[in-house]
């Protein structure tokens, strides 16, 4: 059974950063595609960020490119998403998934395990 387990959220002011984390157990987190997702309040899950297994390529949401970065340490079986210049339409939870596909994906079907979630509330 893979795990998910995420971290970093919190409230941070406008213009503000942080770095969320997610560490995913199984011996096999190199070779699986990673992502990042997020879900405001009444609306669906939207796309963030998507990494490939050897974190060569990288794929970002419009709202999102040029802010946010998203990385992996395999040695650490960890995804990041660093998050920069945030706004407050950026407040939501934030979920990390595991895609079953080496390559970057950007729907939620495409991704079989998730984590619990992080809450990132960003204020004006």
């Known amino acids: 059974q893979v795990q998910l387990v995420e971290s970093g959220g919190g409230l941070v002011q406008a213009g503000g950063s942080l770095r969320l984390s997610c560490v995913t157990s199984?011996?096999?987190?190199?070779?699986?595609?990673m992502g990042w997702f997020r879900q405001a309040p009444g609306k669906e899950r939207a796309f963030v960020a998507a990494?490939?297994?050897?974190?060569?390529?990288?794929s970002y949401g419009d709202s999102v490119k040029g802010r946010f970065t998203i990385s992996r340490d395999n040695a650490k079986n960890t995804v990041y998403l660093q998050m920069n210049s945030l706004k407050p339409e950026d407040t939501a939870v934030y979920y990390c998934?595991?895609?079953?596909?080496?390559?970057?994906?950007?729907?939620?079907?495409?991704?079989?395990?998730w984590g619990q979630g992080t809450q990132v509330t960003v204020s004006s």
């Open positions: 199984g011996r096999t987190f190199s070779s699986y595609a």
């Open positions: 990494i490939n297994w050897s974190g060569g390529v990288t």
């Open positions: 998934a595991r895609s079953p596909y080496s390559g970057t994906r950007s729907r939620p079907d495409e991704y079989d395990y």
